[in-house]
Structure formats: structure tokens, C-alpha cells
């Protein structure tokens, strides 16, 4: 069994985020805490590290503890048989219309449910269970005090019809569901629903400030010219994030900017059995690629070094085709970089096109929103700008855990 409480790393003062958001709104979020005092909250997903959900908690507890929430993690123990199973079921209710759920799968997914549900310390007046792989909890956790809310990352709003019926049935277990977007509202859920996106900690070491010589030394350190331009996407070698269109931009831009550089940017996650096949898929695809650079984590990419190559960075590009919500673009409007992107699921309430970045869906159409924002600096620093201020209104960490304590108050009649 996993707990994973706040760690010396992750300890947080709520007063310590007054500077990136301001008073006022820390202001607003203690009042709104204090009605919660002493209420426990436990999380549950599927992996500590890698991946949106992982780094959000990894804040999130902490800073529920220092507004003196009752705050904890529980991470889910399972063989790799599941987690084979669970990127099946996530990638049929993201829509893959191919994939078919066997028996076999339906009853490895119930075991280790069953199992954990068995293991996990789940005694909290608020069970939050993040996304489909742990949804089957409280079907074996009858006769738990708590309140269960069901917080759903993906997109869901056309899913392999065959997934949702088996999945759905779940949510009658659920007091209330939170999503990222209005689209993902499912009838079965409308009346009990919470939309929030996700966000970003600005304390954290992949988005705190950094100074240009710790910007420069990262770059050398990994053979990236920080006197050329700059073109980044950061995201999971994974089917959905199309790393393929991304180079295919890239390669459009060059015939025009020759020096121009592309970094992808990775990591691994341990619930994403996915990661390595499409990792070697995306290596013979750039092989020989003058100018293009695959950063993850087995060559020592961690957080502060994903936060230099962000700010760094010239101009973002994200080329998902199904987006969930996409942190790794909220990172990059923080630091004031520009992004262009396919206009697709929680992507589309941060690049406004024209404000913040470009929205396109074509490779051609992205390439030239690239060569437009790398001609002009006066256009960068506008929509770079625009971008900062949208995540600071919007998608930092501490309007979320308003917005969920908020909701939890709702359902705990506080």
C-alpha cells in the first residue's frame, strides 16, 4: 500500500502562493476552507509519478494540509495485466472506436478494484477516485462513511459506446463527478457535476521562476542552442498527444527557418504501458532529424529541467488530436510562451485563438502560425503576456482546491 502524505518537497504555506496569485484571491480561499476544517479528504489514482494527475496531487495534498484539511493520497497497487487493461479502457472511452473489452479484461479490472478496495485506507468523509482505473472502488467498499466523487481527466465526450456502458454503471456509487469541460457532462451525471479544469502550481519546481544563466546551463547540458529558435511540446509518447504531426510541423518551418529546433519533451508513466512502444515508434520516425531533440526522463529530464526548457522555448506546440485538458500548455502560457495548438478538448479554454496562441488543425496551418509567431517578437510578448494572465485567473492551483472544496461543501452539507 501507497500513502503518500506532504513531503518535506511539496510542504506548502498557502500564504507562499500570495506573490504568483495575489491576496485577495488567498484571501478568498481561506474563508472558503475554514468551513471545511478538519474534514479528511483522501485521493486515489492509479501512479505517484508521471503524468497530469500525479504532479497535480503531489500539490494539491499539501496545500489542502496547510488550509487545515485533513488531507492524504492512496495509490493503487497492481500487476502490469492491469494497467494493460486500464490504457485499453482509457483509450475506448477517449473514443477509439477499434478497441473491444474482453471478459478477461472486465474481470483483471474487477480483481485488483477489488483488491485495493481491500488494502487502501479509503476512511475519509471525501473519497476523490481519479479517473476510470481505481472507479470501481466503492462497489467493493460498501458501507464507507465517506462521500464518493468520481474526477475524471480524460475526455469523454464521444466514447466507444461498448466502454461507457460497462464503465457508467459505476457512477451510482458517486454523491458527485468533476470534469475539465462542459462537453464531457454525461446525462447519467448532469444533476451532481462539478466542471473544473486542472491546474498548475507556480511553487512547483517545473513552473517556479528561474533566472536566464539556470535557463542557458540547462540548454547546454542537453546539447540545445539557446541562441536558435526554439520550438517545444511536451507531452506522453502516447497515440492521442500525434508526437508525428508535431514533427511533420516542424519540418514545414525549417524549409523557411533553417536553425529552428525542436525538443520533445517525455516522461514515463508507470500506468501508461503505451509509452514505450510509441517512444521507439517516435525515434524511428526523427531518425537523422537534424535539429530535433527527445528529452524524457531516462536521460535525467526531471521537473526544473522541463521548466527551463519551457521558458526557454520560443514558441509551444501542441498537436493532441484528444485532449483531456493538456497541463503541459498551461505550463508554457505561464511562462509567457505563445502556443499554437489543435483546438481540441481543455486546450481550446487556453489558446484563445489571436490572445494567447493560434488555434489550427492542419500540419500546414500549424507550421505557418509557428513562422508567424517566430517572426515577430512584438506578437510573442502580446500573446505571451495574455497567456500568463489567463493561467493566473484560471488554471493555478489554488483556484482549483477552491473550486473542490467549494463542491466538497456542497455535498457535505458545510
Known sequence: MVTIKATPRYSRRIEDYVPAVGREDIEELVRVAKRLKGVSVVHVNSTAYGGGVAEILHSMVPVMSSLGIDARWEVLEA????????????????GNPSLVLTDEDWRTYLKWNQYNAEILDLDADVVLVHDPQPMALPMFKRGARGVWVWR????????????????????????????????YVKKEFEDRVLVSPPSIDPLSDKNRELGEKEVESVFKRFGVDPERPVITKVARFDPWKDVFSAVDVFREVK?????????????????????????????GYVKGEEGVHILTDAIGVRDLEVNAFQRGTTVGLHTAIREGFGLAVTEMLWKKVPVVARPVGGVKKQVVDGVT?????????????????????????????????????????????KRYLSFFGELLGK
Not at 79 to 86: I, L, P, S
Not at 255 to 283: I, N
Not at 360 to 370: C, F, G, K, Y
Request: glycine share 8%; net charge negative; charged share 25%.
Open 152 to 183: 475524471c481527466h480524460i475526455d469523454i465526450s464521444s466514447p466507444n459506446a461498448s466502454f461507457w456502458e460497462k464503465l457508467s454503471p459505476f457512477l451510482g456509487y458517486y454523491r458527485g463527478v468533476i470534469v475539465h469541460s462542459e462537453e
Open 255 to 283: 524549409k523557411e527557418v533553417p536553425g529552428a529546433q525542436l525538443l520533445l519533451v517525455s516522461s514515463m508513466a508507470r500506468d501508461d504501458p503505451e509509452g514505450a512502444v510509441f517512444y521507439e515508434k517516435v525515434l
Open 79 to 94: 500487476e502490469d495485466e492491469f494497467f494493460q487493461v486500464t490504457k485499453k479502457i482509457h483509450n475506448g472511452l477517449q
Open 357 to 401: 496562441g493560434f488555434t489550427a488543425w492542419s500540419v500546414q496551418e500549424l507550421a505557418e502560425r509557428v513562422k508567424a509567431l517566430l517572426a515577430d517578437n512584438q506578437l510573442r510578448g502580446r500573446l505571451g503576456e495574455a497567456g500568463r494572465e489567463h493561467v493566473r485567473r484560471n488554471f493555478v492551483i489554488t483556484q482549483h482546491v
